[in-house]
């Protein structure tokens, strides 16, 4: 099925004023294309002049790079051929020694990834880990501009602004934290927009099987999968059940026939753990309510549970109910959905919903997405407290997000309805 996106939403060459306001000063278009160049190269600058900073320091530093040294130790397990102890604690710390401070002790940030995600790190775990982690960042910023690039056909606003997108979405913080954190986020956007796009050019069979990458992160692929089949599109879900059959085997290759059980008992067992150590940083309901009740049954984990699949019935139902639905507002709201009710999301995760941003920019004049999304980019820079505040407040930008895409579905128009010409003034930020 060629799903019929914001196809109409196309920018007017004219330069005659939109709905959105008067045309743009020579000035003010400069502006809108000097700052966002400014902002990537300070981000080039900040992430090298660390990485120099951190390899010339007489030990290593207890926070340089984030969650990557997880990744980095795992590929250095996957390196030497020890599949057996990729999941052994022992042979983590071992892995990652020398990448803590020696006062810190035996520690090691958890890998909890199926074997391929190992495998996948070996080139990376090859190179001196500096060096590693700077081209790690460079692949996950590289991942993020080739969302917004195959995102242009439906988001037309995009063409002729990608370097104004790239610096918005690099300016909110859940973002900037996966990249320069050691996480995937933007890995998984790339994956989400290319099966958007692969759905949109009527390449379904392939879009599946780009969906069931994210098996990878399961809290993402299932949901999809199955949103995708009450949709009743047949071929996606037969291209990520072929996927999840090649997903399968290769772990088969690296761990054995039982490595899903292994690998589901390791991961459950992390996130239960990981509730109670780093909860303050939870983003979903369960986690969130879990982080300030405490782990185990009681009333309000209980109400969070019960939000959390009204949150699952919800998304089951716009997906159902109309196939041939526009799937931009569809993805918008699935986003912070798919995190809301995961039972392990957190503040980095969140990454994900500048999809719900572009989604809104396309379908409204600026007057209204512009304090939506406001108010998101602030609720994720707000995140920069979670130590202080002892919890999160990305359950509070998921929960934003989730009501603007709910508006963006009740205002969404068929493709072939005359919408707004562009979403910006005509020029602005133009590349």
Not at 146 to 160: C, F, N, Q
């Given at each position: 099925?060629?799903?019929?996106?914001?196809a109409?939403l196309?920018?007017?060459?004219?330069?005659?004023?939109?709905?959105?306001?008067?045309?743009?000063?020579?000035?003010?278009?400069?502006?809108?294309?000097?700052y966002?160049?400014?902002?990537?190269?300070?981000?080039?600058?900040?992430?090298?002049?660390?990485?120099?900073?951190?390899?010339?320091?007489?030990?290593?530093?207890?926070?340089?790079?984030?969650?990557?040294?997880?990744?980095?130790?795992?590929?250095?397990?996957?390196?030497?051929?020890?599949?057996?102890?990729?999941?052994?604690?022992?042979?983590?710390?071992?892995?990652?020694?020398?990448?803590?401070p020696?006062?810190?002790?035996?520690?090691?940030?958890?890998?909890?990834?199926?074997?391929?995600?190992?495998?996948?790190?070996?080139?990376?775990?090859?190179?001196?880990?500096?060096?590693?982690?700077?081209?790690?960042?460079?692949?996950?910023?590289?991942?993020?501009?080739?969302?917004?690039?195959?995102?242009?056909?439906?988001?037309?606003?995009?063409?002729?602004?990608?370097?104004?997108?790239?610096?918005?979405?690099?300016?909110?913080?859940?973002?900037?934290?996966?990249?320069?954190?050691?996480?995937?986020?933007?890995?998984?956007?790339?994956m989400?927009?290319?099966?958007?796009?692969?759905?949109?050019?009527n390449?379904?069979?392939?879009?599946?099987?780009?969906?069931?990458?994210?098996?990878?992160?399961?809290?993402?692929?299932?949901?999809?999968?199955g949103?995708?089949?009450?949709?009743?599109q047949?071929?996606?879900?037969?291209?990520?059940?072929?996927?999840?059959?090649?997903?399968?085997?290769?772990?088969?290759?690296?761990?054995?026939?039982?490595?899903?059980?292994?690998?589901?008992?390791?991961?459950?067992e992390f996130?239960?753990?990981?509730?109670?150590?780093?909860?303050?940083?939870?983003?979903?309901?369960?986690?969130?309510?879990?982080?300030?009740?405490?782990?185990?049954?009681s009333?309000?984990?209980?109400?969070?549970?019960?939000?959390?699949?009204?949150?699952?019935?919800?998304?089951?139902?716009?997906?159902?109910?109309?196939?041939?639905?526009?799937?931009?507002?569809?993805?918008?709201?699935?986003?912070?959905?798919?995190?809301?009710?995961?039972?392990?999301?957190?503040?980095?995760?969140?990454?994900?919903?500048?999809?719900?941003?572009?989604?809104?920019?396309?379908?409204?004049?600026?007057?209204?997405?512009?304090?939506?999304?406001?108010?998101?980019?602030?609720?994720?820079?707000?995140?920069?407290l979670?130590?202080?505040?002892?919890?999160?407040?990305?359950?509070?930008?998921?929960l934003?997000?989730?009501?603007?895409?709910?508006?963006?579905?009740?205002?969404?128009?068929?493709?072939?309805?005359?919408?707004?010409?562009?979403?910006?003034?005509?020029?602005?930020?133009?590349?």
């Amino acid at each position: 099925m060629n799903d019929p996106d914001l196809a109409a939403l196309e920018s007017s060459p004219s330069g005659k004023p939109g709905r959105s306001g008067a045309p743009t000063s020579d000035r003010g278009s400069f502006r809108l294309k000097a700052y966002p160049l400014a902002i990537l190269l300070v981000f080039a600058l900040t992430v090298v002049l660390g990485v120099l900073n951190a390899r010339n320091a007489v030990e290593p530093t207890s926070n340089f790079g984030g969650d990557y040294p997880a990744f980095y130790g795992a590929g250095t397990i996957a390196v030497a051929g020890d599949w057996d102890d990729l999941y052994s604690l022992d042979r983590q710390i071992a892995a990652q020694r020398s990448l803590h401070p020696p006062g810190e002790g035996d520690v090691a940030r958890f890998f909890a990834y199926p074997p391929q995600v190992a495998f996948v790190y070996q080139p990376l775990a090859a190179m001196d880990y500096h060096w590693s982690y700077l081209v790690h960042v460079m692949l996950m910023t590289g991942a993020l501009w080739g969302s917004i690039l195959l995102a242009r056909p439906m988001l037309p606003w995009l063409r002729g602004r990608v370097t104004l997108a790239m610096a918005v979405a690099l300016v909110f913080w859940p973002m900037f934290r996966t990249i320069t954190g050691g996480s995937n986020t933007a890995f998984t956007l790339l994956m989400v927009v290319a099966a958007w796009r692969l759905v949109n050019g009527n390449r379904p069979l392939l879009a599946g099987l780009v969906i069931s990458v994210l098996l990878y992160k399961p809290q993402f692929a299932i949901p999809l999968i199955g949103l995708f089949l009450l949709r009743r599109q047949w071929r996606v879900v037969a291209g990520a059940g072929l996927g999840a059959v090649l997903f399968y085997v290769s772990g088969v290759l690296l761990r054995g026939l039982g490595w899903v059980g292994e690998w589901l008992d390791v991961a459950s067992e992390f996130g239960r753990i990981d509730a109670e150590l780093n909860g303050h940083s939870s983003i979903s309901l369960i986690g969130f309510a879990e982080n300030l009740f405490g782990v185990g049954l009681s009333l309000p984990v209980a109400l969070a549970w019960v939000l959390a699949g009204s949150t699952a019935v919800v998304l089951a139902w716009l997906w159902w109910r109309d196939p041939d639905a526009t799937l931009a507002p569809l993805l918008a709201i699935t986003m912070p959905g798919v995190l809301l009710l995961s039972l392990h999301a957190m503040s980095h995760d969140g990454a994900i919903i500048v999809l719900t941003a572009a989604v809104a920019v396309a379908c409204w004049p600026q007057r209204r997405w512009l304090p939506w999304v406001l108010v998101i980019w602030l609720l994720g820079a707000s995140q920069a407290l979670i130590k202080q505040l002892g919890f999160s407040p990305g359950l509070f930008m998921l929960l934003v997000a989730f009501v603007l895409g709910w508006l963006l579905i009740g205002s969404a128009k068929p493709a072939a309805t005359p919408t707004v010409s562009s979403p910006l003034p005509a020029g602005i930020g133009r590349d």
